[in-house]
Protein backbone atom coordinates (compact mmCIF):
# COMPACT_ATOMS: atom_id res chain seq x y z
CA UNK A 1 0.00 0.00 0.00
CA UNK A 2 1.35 3.65 -1.27
CA UNK A 3 1.80 5.91 1.67
CA UNK A 4 0.97 8.86 -0.87
CA UNK A 5 -1.59 7.06 -2.73
CA UNK A 6 -2.90 8.54 -6.33
CA UNK A 7 -6.66 9.02 -5.00
CA UNK A 8 -8.53 8.14 -1.50
CA UNK A 9 -11.52 6.89 -0.81
CA UNK A 10 -12.48 7.83 2.38
CA UNK A 11 -15.97 6.11 4.07
CA UNK A 12 -17.91 7.31 6.92
CA UNK A 13 -19.28 3.92 8.48
CA UNK A 14 -21.02 6.39 10.98
CA UNK A 15 -22.50 8.49 8.81
CA UNK A 16 -24.08 5.08 7.14
CA UNK A 17 -25.19 4.11 10.24
CA UNK A 18 -26.44 7.48 11.00
CA UNK A 19 -28.55 7.55 7.48
CA UNK A 20 -29.77 4.01 8.01
CA UNK A 21 -31.05 5.51 11.42
CA UNK A 22 -32.67 8.83 9.98
CA UNK A 23 -34.77 6.55 7.46
CA UNK A 24 -35.70 4.80 11.06
CA UNK A 25 -36.62 7.46 12.38
CA UNK A 26 -39.12 8.45 9.75
CA UNK A 27 -41.03 5.11 9.77
CA UNK A 28 -44.01 4.34 10.73
CA UNK A 29 -44.46 2.65 13.88
CA UNK A 30 -43.96 -0.91 13.94
CA UNK A 31 -41.98 -1.05 10.51
CA UNK A 32 -38.78 -2.44 10.25
CA UNK A 33 -35.73 -0.74 8.27
CA UNK A 34 -33.62 -3.21 6.19
CA UNK A 35 -31.01 -2.06 4.07
CA UNK A 36 -29.85 -2.93 0.17
CA UNK A 37 -26.06 -3.95 0.62
CA UNK A 38 -26.33 -5.19 -3.28
CA UNK A 39 -23.09 -4.25 -5.54
CA UNK A 40 -20.87 -4.63 -2.83
CA UNK A 41 -23.12 -2.04 -1.10
CA UNK A 42 -23.21 0.40 -3.78
CA UNK A 43 -19.31 -0.08 -4.45
CA UNK A 44 -18.51 1.72 -0.93
CA UNK A 45 -17.80 -1.65 0.59
CA UNK A 46 -20.18 -4.26 1.99
CA UNK A 47 -17.49 -6.10 3.96
CA UNK A 48 -17.51 -2.62 6.39
CA UNK A 49 -20.99 -1.62 6.08
CA UNK A 50 -23.09 -4.38 6.35
CA UNK A 51 -21.72 -4.84 9.83
CA UNK A 52 -21.79 -1.14 11.02
CA UNK A 53 -25.45 -1.35 10.03
CA UNK A 54 -25.84 -4.62 12.06
CA UNK A 55 -24.53 -2.90 15.54
CA UNK A 56 -26.73 0.02 14.31
CA UNK A 57 -29.43 -2.81 14.90
CA UNK A 58 -30.44 -3.51 11.53
CA UNK A 59 -31.34 -7.27 10.72
CA UNK A 60 -32.42 -7.95 7.47
CA UNK A 61 -30.35 -7.33 4.18
CA UNK A 62 -31.02 -7.38 0.76
CA UNK A 63 -28.30 -8.75 -2.09
CA UNK A 64 -28.38 -9.37 -5.38
CA UNK A 65 -27.62 -13.03 -5.76
CA UNK A 66 -26.33 -15.84 -3.96
CA UNK A 67 -22.70 -15.11 -4.14
CA UNK A 68 -22.94 -11.85 -2.45
CA UNK A 69 -25.36 -13.82 0.19
CA UNK A 70 -22.68 -15.88 1.02
CA UNK A 71 -20.16 -13.29 1.63
CA UNK A 72 -22.58 -11.32 3.91
CA UNK A 73 -23.56 -14.69 5.86
CA UNK A 74 -19.54 -14.79 6.51
CA UNK A 75 -20.03 -11.10 7.96
CA UNK A 76 -23.08 -11.52 9.93
CA UNK A 77 -24.15 -14.77 10.82
CA UNK A 78 -27.42 -14.30 12.49
CA UNK A 79 -28.78 -11.72 10.20
CA UNK A 80 -31.95 -12.31 7.68
CA UNK A 81 -30.04 -12.36 3.88
CA UNK A 82 -32.98 -11.82 1.16
CA UNK A 83 -31.62 -12.31 -2.32
CA UNK A 84 -33.19 -10.29 -5.02
CA UNK A 85 -32.51 -11.74 -7.98
CA UNK A 86 -34.48 -15.45 -6.73
CA UNK A 87 -33.64 -19.07 -6.87
CA UNK A 88 -32.82 -20.98 -9.36
CA UNK A 89 -31.73 -25.26 -8.69
CA UNK A 90 -28.50 -24.85 -9.36
CA UNK A 91 -27.95 -22.75 -6.30
CA UNK A 92 -30.00 -24.93 -3.91
CA UNK A 93 -26.62 -25.87 -2.07
CA UNK A 94 -25.85 -21.83 -1.85
CA UNK A 95 -29.08 -21.07 -0.56
CA UNK A 96 -29.23 -23.77 2.04
CA UNK A 97 -25.58 -23.16 3.43
CA UNK A 98 -25.93 -19.19 3.36
CA UNK A 99 -29.44 -19.77 4.77
CA UNK A 100 -30.61 -17.49 2.27
CA UNK A 101 -34.04 -16.24 1.46
CA UNK A 102 -34.99 -15.82 -2.43
CA UNK A 103 -36.83 -13.09 -3.32
CA UNK A 104 -39.02 -15.53 -5.91
CA UNK A 105 -40.06 -13.53 -8.91
CA UNK A 106 -41.93 -15.99 -11.36
CA UNK A 107 -44.09 -19.50 -10.92
CA UNK A 108 -40.90 -20.96 -12.60
CA UNK A 109 -38.55 -19.66 -9.00
CA UNK A 110 -41.72 -20.74 -6.83
CA UNK A 111 -41.64 -24.07 -8.15
CA UNK A 112 -38.16 -24.79 -8.10
CA UNK A 113 -38.51 -23.22 -4.65
CA UNK A 114 -40.95 -25.56 -3.77
CA UNK A 115 -38.76 -28.89 -4.67
CA UNK A 116 -35.75 -27.66 -3.42
CA UNK A 117 -36.13 -25.02 -0.57
CA UNK A 118 -37.50 -28.00 1.99
CA UNK A 119 -40.21 -25.37 3.23
CA UNK A 120 -37.33 -22.47 4.36
CA UNK A 121 -38.63 -19.07 3.90
CA UNK A 122 -38.96 -17.33 0.96
CA UNK A 123 -40.69 -13.72 -0.36
CA UNK A 124 -42.61 -12.94 -3.14
CA UNK A 125 -42.23 -10.00 -5.29
CA UNK A 126 -44.84 -8.59 -6.97
CA UNK A 127 -44.74 -6.79 -10.18
CA UNK A 128 -46.58 -3.58 -10.12
CA UNK A 129 -45.51 -1.48 -12.99
CA UNK A 130 -41.92 -2.06 -13.27
CA UNK A 131 -41.78 -4.56 -15.54
CA UNK A 132 -38.58 -5.99 -14.67
CA UNK A 133 -38.80 -8.30 -11.97
CA UNK A 134 -41.66 -9.86 -9.78
CA UNK A 135 -44.56 -11.89 -10.79
CA UNK A 136 -46.30 -10.08 -13.64
CA UNK A 137 -50.43 -9.43 -12.93
CA UNK A 138 -51.32 -12.79 -15.11
CA UNK A 139 -49.15 -14.98 -12.71
CA UNK A 140 -49.97 -13.31 -9.15
CA UNK A 141 -53.75 -13.68 -10.46
CA UNK A 142 -52.92 -17.63 -10.78
CA UNK A 143 -51.32 -17.81 -7.49
CA UNK A 144 -54.60 -16.32 -6.23
CA UNK A 145 -56.74 -18.81 -8.01
CA UNK A 146 -54.59 -21.72 -7.16
CA UNK A 147 -53.39 -21.31 -3.57
CA UNK A 148 -51.67 -24.90 -3.84
CA UNK A 149 -48.72 -23.11 -5.87
CA UNK A 150 -47.45 -21.93 -2.23
CA UNK A 151 -47.88 -24.84 -0.84
CA UNK A 152 -44.66 -25.97 1.23
CA UNK A 153 -43.06 -21.98 0.72
CA UNK A 154 -42.95 -19.84 3.89
CA UNK A 155 -43.60 -16.31 2.94
CA UNK A 156 -41.60 -14.26 4.52
CA UNK A 157 -42.43 -11.40 2.59
CA UNK A 158 -44.58 -9.71 -0.21
CA UNK A 159 -43.03 -7.10 -1.71
CA UNK A 160 -43.16 -4.68 -4.93
CA UNK A 161 -41.03 -1.92 -6.23
CA UNK A 162 -41.44 1.87 -7.30
CA UNK A 163 -40.59 3.22 -10.62
CA UNK A 164 -40.61 7.16 -9.81
CA UNK A 165 -40.39 7.28 -6.15
CA UNK A 166 -38.15 10.13 -6.15
CA UNK A 167 -40.96 12.05 -8.20
CA UNK A 168 -43.78 13.36 -5.69
CA UNK A 169 -45.86 14.38 -7.98
CA UNK A 170 -46.12 11.01 -10.19
CA UNK A 171 -49.41 9.61 -10.63
CA UNK A 172 -47.69 6.36 -11.02
CA UNK A 173 -46.92 5.98 -7.62
CA UNK A 174 -50.42 6.16 -6.05
CA UNK A 175 -51.47 3.38 -8.95
CA UNK A 176 -48.75 1.15 -7.91
CA UNK A 177 -49.84 1.50 -4.29
CA UNK A 178 -53.61 0.84 -4.88
CA UNK A 179 -52.28 -2.06 -7.22
CA UNK A 180 -50.05 -3.56 -4.55
CA UNK A 181 -52.73 -3.44 -1.83
CA UNK A 182 -55.33 -5.09 -3.83
CA UNK A 183 -52.45 -7.98 -4.21
CA UNK A 184 -52.45 -8.10 -0.77
CA UNK A 185 -55.80 -8.76 0.19
CA UNK A 186 -55.80 -11.61 -2.48
CA UNK A 187 -52.51 -13.10 -1.11
CA UNK A 188 -51.51 -15.22 2.11
CA UNK A 189 -50.75 -13.17 4.77
CA UNK A 190 -47.21 -11.88 4.77
CA UNK A 191 -45.18 -8.51 6.18
CA UNK A 192 -45.04 -6.65 2.91
CA UNK A 193 -42.73 -3.91 1.65
CA UNK A 194 -43.05 -1.30 -1.26
CA UNK A 195 -40.35 1.38 -0.48
CA UNK A 196 -37.04 1.84 -0.96
CA UNK A 197 -34.89 4.97 -0.19
CA UNK A 198 -37.01 7.20 -2.02
CA UNK A 199 -40.70 5.99 -1.13
CA UNK A 200 -40.01 6.22 2.77
CA UNK A 201 -40.81 9.95 1.64
CA UNK A 202 -44.14 9.53 0.18
CA UNK A 203 -45.37 8.83 3.47
CA UNK A 204 -46.29 6.13 5.66
CA UNK A 205 -49.18 4.90 3.23
CA UNK A 206 -46.33 3.32 1.27
CA UNK A 207 -44.42 1.65 4.20
CA UNK A 208 -46.24 -1.31 4.83
CA UNK A 209 -44.19 -3.75 7.44
CA UNK A 210 -40.65 -3.38 6.21
CA UNK A 211 -38.83 -1.12 3.29
CA UNK A 212 -35.65 -1.34 1.58
CA UNK A 213 -33.43 1.38 1.64
CA UNK A 214 -30.28 1.33 -0.32
CA UNK A 215 -29.05 4.79 -1.96
CA UNK A 216 -29.69 6.76 0.74
CA UNK A 217 -27.80 5.17 3.27
CA UNK A 218 -24.67 5.64 1.45
CA UNK A 219 -25.49 9.94 1.15
CA UNK A 220 -27.23 9.76 -2.42
CA UNK A 221 -29.90 12.40 -2.09
CA UNK A 222 -33.30 10.51 -2.08
CA UNK A 223 -35.14 13.91 -3.20
CA UNK A 224 -33.65 15.09 -6.13
CA UNK A 225 -33.52 18.62 -6.50
CA UNK A 226 -34.69 19.58 -2.66
CA UNK A 227 -32.48 19.32 0.23
CA UNK A 228 -30.47 16.30 0.94
CA UNK A 229 -31.59 15.15 4.23
CA UNK A 230 -28.66 12.76 4.48
CA UNK A 231 -25.24 12.76 5.42
CA UNK A 232 -22.41 12.70 2.97
CA UNK A 233 -20.60 9.12 3.72
CA UNK A 234 -18.02 9.81 1.36
CA UNK A 235 -14.70 11.76 0.49
CA UNK A 236 -12.90 11.28 -2.17
CA UNK A 237 -9.22 13.13 -2.64
CA UNK A 238 -7.15 13.24 -5.81
CA UNK A 239 -3.37 13.83 -5.76
CA UNK A 240 -2.05 16.34 -8.25
CA UNK A 241 0.81 15.53 -10.29
CA UNK A 242 1.89 18.47 -12.61
CA UNK A 243 0.73 21.98 -12.49
CA UNK A 244 1.90 23.86 -15.36
CA UNK A 245 1.36 28.06 -16.51
CA UNK A 246 -0.25 28.52 -20.59
CA UNK A 247 -0.87 31.16 -22.10
CA UNK A 248 -4.24 32.29 -23.74
CA UNK A 249 -5.79 30.38 -26.78
CA UNK A 250 -3.77 26.79 -25.27
CA UNK A 251 -6.15 24.18 -26.17
CA UNK A 252 -6.37 21.16 -23.37
CA UNK A 253 -6.45 17.55 -23.14
CA UNK A 254 -8.23 15.24 -25.86
CA UNK A 255 -9.81 17.05 -29.00
CA UNK A 256 -8.52 20.26 -27.45
CA UNK A 257 -11.97 20.88 -26.04
CA UNK A 258 -11.10 23.82 -23.76
CA UNK A 259 -9.01 26.91 -24.65
CA UNK A 260 -7.71 29.23 -22.09
CA UNK A 261 -9.66 32.32 -22.10
CA UNK A 262 -6.86 34.10 -20.59
CA UNK A 263 -3.17 33.18 -19.05
CA UNK A 264 -3.56 30.57 -16.24
CA UNK A 265 -2.23 27.93 -14.61
CA UNK A 266 -3.75 24.26 -15.21
CA UNK A 267 -3.07 21.04 -12.81
CA UNK A 268 -3.05 17.51 -13.95
CA UNK A 269 -4.81 15.36 -11.22
CA UNK A 270 -4.77 11.40 -10.96
CA UNK A 271 -8.02 10.49 -11.17
CA UNK A 272 -10.02 9.70 -14.59
CA UNK A 273 -12.81 7.61 -16.14
CA UNK A 274 -11.05 4.12 -15.44
CA UNK A 275 -11.41 5.07 -11.57
CA UNK A 276 -15.04 6.06 -11.80
CA UNK A 277 -14.91 9.83 -12.85
CA UNK A 278 -17.58 9.86 -15.39
CA UNK A 279 -15.87 11.38 -18.98
CA UNK A 280 -19.44 12.94 -19.28
CA UNK A 281 -18.63 15.51 -16.96
CA UNK A 282 -15.72 16.65 -18.96
CA UNK A 283 -15.51 20.39 -18.92
CA UNK A 284 -18.67 20.40 -16.49
CA UNK A 285 -18.04 19.34 -13.08
CA UNK A 286 -15.36 20.94 -10.97
CA UNK A 287 -12.79 19.85 -7.85
CA UNK A 288 -11.98 22.11 -4.35
CA UNK A 289 -9.00 23.09 -3.03
CA UNK A 290 -8.48 24.82 -0.03
CA UNK A 291 -12.49 25.43 0.08
CA UNK A 292 -12.72 27.13 -3.49
CA UNK A 293 -14.24 25.17 -6.86
CA UNK A 294 -11.79 24.76 -9.88
CA UNK A 295 -13.58 23.87 -13.02
CA UNK A 296 -12.16 20.64 -14.49
CA UNK A 297 -11.11 21.86 -18.26
CA UNK A 298 -10.84 19.78 -21.17
CA UNK A 299 -11.62 16.27 -21.76
CA UNK A 300 -11.25 14.13 -18.39
CA UNK A 301 -9.34 10.83 -19.44
CA UNK A 302 -8.88 7.40 -18.66
CA UNK A 303 -6.45 8.06 -15.55
CA UNK A 304 -6.13 12.28 -15.64
CA UNK A 305 -8.06 15.28 -15.08
CA UNK A 306 -7.51 18.28 -15.78
CA UNK A 307 -8.19 21.98 -13.69
CA UNK A 308 -7.96 25.19 -14.13
CA UNK A 309 -6.47 26.06 -11.00
CA UNK A 310 -5.91 30.32 -12.05
CA UNK A 311 -7.49 31.68 -9.15
CA UNK A 312 -6.03 29.02 -5.90
CA UNK A 313 -3.50 29.84 -4.06
CA UNK A 314 -0.49 27.82 -5.83
CA UNK A 315 0.78 26.55 -2.37
CA UNK A 316 -2.29 24.56 -2.64
CA UNK A 317 -1.83 23.24 -6.40
CA UNK A 318 2.01 21.92 -6.00
CA UNK A 319 2.52 18.03 -7.03
CA UNK A 320 1.73 15.98 -4.81
CA UNK A 321 -0.74 17.97 -2.82
CA UNK A 322 -4.70 16.69 -3.06
CA UNK A 323 -7.64 17.84 -4.71
CA UNK A 324 -11.32 17.34 -3.09
CA UNK A 325 -13.33 15.63 -5.54
CA UNK A 326 -16.43 14.62 -3.20
CA UNK A 327 -16.78 15.86 0.40
CA UNK A 328 -19.79 17.31 2.11
CA UNK A 329 -20.38 20.45 -0.45
CA UNK A 330 -19.98 18.64 -3.63
CA UNK A 331 -21.42 15.49 -3.20
CA UNK A 332 -22.30 12.24 -5.38
CA UNK A 333 -25.51 14.02 -6.63
CA UNK A 334 -23.52 17.26 -7.63
CA UNK A 335 -20.87 14.94 -9.66
CA UNK A 336 -23.60 12.77 -11.05
CA UNK A 337 -25.47 16.13 -12.46
CA UNK A 338 -22.65 17.52 -13.80
CA UNK A 339 -22.23 14.13 -15.59
CA UNK A 340 -25.62 13.63 -16.57
CA UNK A 341 -26.18 10.95 -14.43
CA UNK A 342 -27.14 9.47 -11.21
CA UNK A 343 -25.84 8.99 -7.69
CA UNK A 344 -26.20 5.31 -8.55
CA UNK A 345 -23.74 5.34 -10.98
CA UNK A 346 -21.42 7.62 -9.52
CA UNK A 347 -21.13 5.29 -6.40
CA UNK A 348 -21.33 2.41 -8.04
CA UNK A 349 -18.13 3.61 -10.76
CA UNK A 350 -16.08 4.33 -7.88
CA UNK A 351 -14.88 0.67 -7.97
CA UNK A 352 -11.83 -0.73 -6.05
CA UNK A 353 -9.16 1.16 -7.28
CA UNK A 354 -9.10 4.36 -5.04
CA UNK A 355 -7.00 3.17 -1.28
CA UNK A 356 -9.62 2.80 1.11
CA UNK A 357 -10.21 4.62 4.51
CA UNK A 358 -13.10 3.38 6.73
CA UNK A 359 -13.73 6.01 9.41
CA UNK A 360 -15.61 5.09 12.05
CA UNK A 361 -15.63 6.30 15.93
CA UNK A 362 -18.78 5.21 17.60
CA UNK A 363 -19.08 1.60 18.45
CA UNK A 364 -22.79 1.14 18.89
C1 LIG B 1 -31.93 -1.77 -5.45
C2 LIG B 1 -33.26 -2.06 -4.88
C3 LIG B 1 -33.69 -1.41 -3.71
C4 LIG B 1 -32.92 -0.26 -3.10
O1 LIG B 1 -33.27 0.91 -3.81
P1 LIG B 1 -32.68 2.36 -3.45
O2 LIG B 1 -33.33 3.25 -4.43
O3 LIG B 1 -31.20 2.27 -3.66
O4 LIG B 1 -33.04 2.65 -2.06
C5 LIG B 1 -34.86 -1.83 -3.14
N1 LIG B 1 -35.62 -2.80 -3.70
C6 LIG B 1 -35.26 -3.40 -4.86
C7 LIG B 1 -36.16 -4.44 -5.44
C8 LIG B 1 -34.08 -3.05 -5.49
O5 LIG B 1 -33.75 -3.63 -6.64
Known sequence: MSTHPDSILEIDLDAVAANWKILRARLRRGCEAAAVVKADAYGVGMAKVAPRLWRAGCRLFFVADAEEGLALRKLLPTARIAVLQGFEAAAARDFAAGRLIPVLNH???????QKAGRGAPAMLHLDTGMSRLGLPPSEATRLVDDPSLLHRVALAGLMSHLTTAWDRSAKVNRMQLDAFRILLKSL?????SLASSSGIFLGPAYHFDFVRPGAALYGANPLPNHFNPMRQAIILKAKIIQTRELGKGAAIGYDGTYRMKRRGRIATLAMGYADGWLRAASNRASVGLGGRRAPIVGRISMDLITVDVTQIDPRL???????DLLDDHYGVDDFAHDAGTIAYEVLTQLGGKHHRVYRTTTHA
Open 107 to 113: LGQIAQW
Open 188 to 192: PPAPA
Open 317 to 323: TRPGAYA
